[in-house]
């Protein structure tokens, strides 16, 4: 089943909106003149009323993948549906998607509610019925006390939210946000990208978000795709990316990661003296690299004696609080004895709670660090 009817919003400005899945099939996308492929078999299914985030590196095809989505480019090759349906050659307007960008393009003499209004018109919706969606769309935003304000008199934020506001008027059956809040302040990004969260539920409307903010990312997804080269690397619930990344480029990409020489063998890594079970992908036998996350990493300091279980020796290198959590940045010395003959220092990072124990450690001080256990991916050590 790949429709699901909800109706959304609140008193006047209710309407039934129709959460669609989508499938993008092998899509290639090359632009003209260019050697590359933007998009290079790219494939994704989203399930109806999800809200998916496509996350990478300038450049890896995000806008592209949701520009083809929408209808905004040609594609060379593969499949476009929505609700089961083949849009692949089907024109932008006809495809009931609304997509808010970064720049928030609204018409700045006019104001908020009529700036909704406009693209109510736009799409054929009776005049008398038209005040009373904005508003209820405002509402929805939260910004029907300024429905009378000029949107150049407006916050980046409010701005954003107006937008946002016009986009879900005409209740699309998909919503396609490209980085719509990298142009507004840390603190109104917070609230803004939980508010989008919020309304994304309550309206049940499909969603495509991208961004290359890793946070942002991991706070308001259903689901997370990274990309790489035109494709998604990996697509996977955020907790699940952040603790069973597929991939070096992902597990470097989303979350911290610290580079351990190992050894492997039989789905298991040794590391700083401690046995870690391997992630599938993981390099299964010889010599690696073990990428182990800041709070998978132990931390003893070092009275002078041996600890209980066995640990590098490294000295910290700069302690980093961060309010609840502290962070370590620990140098192993190349001649640790954990540490291969052809191994250079190494340095790690930890992180634990700032607790009396975490508060004791300070720069400079002999401490011993070895991973805790967490499943952890291997990889070449030649790679880097
Ligand atoms: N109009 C265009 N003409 C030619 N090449 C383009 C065009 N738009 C994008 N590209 C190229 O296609 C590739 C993907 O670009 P895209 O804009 O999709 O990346 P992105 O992931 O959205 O990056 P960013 O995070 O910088 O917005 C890049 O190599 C880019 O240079
Ligand atoms: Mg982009």
Known sequence: MQERTTTTGSGSGGVASTAAGIDMVDVDKTYPGSAVKALDDFTLHIDPGELVVLLGGSGCGK???????????DI???????????VTGVPVNLR????VFQQYSLFPHMTALENVEFGLEAHGIAKRDRRSLAMGRLELVGLSELAD??????SGGQQQRVALARALAVSPRVLLLDEPL???????RVQLRDEIRRIQKETGTTTVFVTH???EALAIADRIGVMNHGRIEQIDAPERLYRRPATEYVATFVGLTSRIPCVCEAGFASAFGRRVPLLPGSTDHGPAELLVRPEALEMVADAGSVPRRPGARGRVAAVHFLGALVRFDVLVAADDAYLPESSGPVQVTVQMASDDAA????AGDE???APSGMPSLAVPADRR
């Open 63 to 73: 806008s592209t993948a949701l520009r083809s989505l929408a209808g905004l480019e």
């Open 76 to 86: 060379q090759a593969g499949r476009i549906l929505v609700a089961g349906d083949d």
């Open 96 to 99: 009931n998607m609304a997509m």
């Open 149 to 154: 304000r000029y949107t150049q008199r407006m």
């Open 182 to 188: 990298s142009a507004l302040d840390a603190k109104v």
């Open 213 to 215: 903010d890793q946070e």
């Open 359 to 362: 508060a004791g450690v300070h």
């Open 367 to 369: 401490v011993y660090v």
